[in-house]
């Protein structure tokens, strides 16, 4: 009866914990940490796996998530203490750096590789090209930030000048231009996703072209820390990229179908078929890295775009913006 019973509590005790019977972890046990996060998009569908699959508690961290809406206003919370780490584009750090702080902003690790952001016109053009754009107005984004200038410099490459050849309204807040789009007279719009699905599935705007695609290669977003910050928490910093690596393996391992399932409770409000089809979008165009090393090649590329945008008062060093250690030893 002893053995039974003992036997019976045994068997209670594995189905009261969350994955076979190895012991769970409560809250109290957990390192908190606030990312502030640039936007929410199925973009970083890697975070949010990372999140949906418990990566981040596995190594002993209680994620807070917050949407900053846009890079600057991740840096400020960043630069306040109000977040611990921010996930935005490098440029803010540069900005940072260039403008004199001490204690700046260190990227540990990149996510995307490649702009995730769409251009979205009124009707069909399965041959668009760039010079369509010529003459047009279109709804563009904050002047410095990534997205503008990322649509900028693919502009460039194709011999037209966002100046002159064409109108480029960037008075619309960030997240908001694909509802002001319905109601303008601007002829195309630069969305990120699900917004450029959301216009396409409402019949009000159709996706022409990729900047992702058309941009090729660029060090998109990563996630950065404060300089005080990392030296004092080397340990949170590589458990935190630990997590993310993990995210990115699933993503580069798993269908568009499997990822859109996990990462749903991060996008309630969107259908499973529409996270699907945006997963596969991405997907297709190659958009997030095998690991998180942020190279300085890709640095260097960012610089230059920085340049071509008018926004860079002089170049920074890599060495000092960008810390790789983290990231080799969560690829290992």
């Not at 194709?158 to 619309?172: A, M, V």
């Not at 009000?204 to 290669?217: E, K």
């Not at 071509?308 to 990231?327: H, I, K, M």
Request: with cysteine; charged share 25%.
């Amino acid at each position: 009866m002893k053995r039974n019973h003992a036997a019976a509590l045994t068997a209670l005790l594995c189905l009261s914990l969350l994955s076979g019977c190895q012991p769970s972890v409560s809250k109290g046990d957990l390192t908190p940490i606030t990312l502030n996060e640039v936007a929410h998009s199925v973009f970083y569908a890697p975070q949010y796996a990372a999140i949906e699959l418990g990566y981040f508690e596995e190594e002993g961290i209680d994620l807070t998530l917050v949407n900053g809406a846009g890079a600057d206003k991740v840096m400020t919370a960043l630069v306040s203490g109000d977040a611990q780490i921010g996930f935005m584009g490098s440029e803010a750090s540069i900005y940072t750096y260039a403008g004199g702080a001490e204690d700046y902003a260190v990227n540990f690790a990149q996510l995307t590789q490649r702009a995730g952001n769409f251009l979205v016109g009124r009707t069909e053009d399965e041959a668009f090209q760039w010079e369509t754009l010529k003459g047009k107005k279109v709804l563009g984004g904050r002047a410095g930030g990534m997205p503008q200038m990322v649509f900028e410099y693919i502009l460039k490459k194709n011999g037209i000048d966002p100046k002159t050849d064409l109108t480029i309204d960037q008075s619309i807040n960030f997240g908001l231009t694909a509802a002001a789009f319905t109601n303008s007279d601007a002829d195309y719009t630069v969305e990120f996703e699900p917004f450029a699905t959301g216009l396409e599935l409402e019949g009000n705007g159709y996706v022409v072209a990729s900047l992702g695609r058309d941009s090729g290669y660029v060090p998109y977003t990563a996630y950065s820390a404060k300089k005080s910050y990392i030296e004092a928490n080397p340990e949170i910093i590589q458990k935190f990229t630990n997590a993310i690596q993990k995210g990115i393996d699933y993503v580069n391992s798993h269908s568009p179908e499997e990822i859109a399932k996990v990462i749903k409770p991060q996008f309630e409000e969107t259908p499973l078929e529409n996270i699907t089809k945006i997963v596969e979008r991405y997907q297709e165009q190659d958009t997030w890295k095998e690991d998180t090393l942020f190279q300085k090649d890709s640095f260097d590329l960012l610089q230059n775009i920085l340049e071509e945008a008018g926004e860079l008062p002089a170049r920074v060093p890599y060495e000092d913006l960008v810390t790789t250690e983290f990231s080799e030893k969560a690829k290992q």
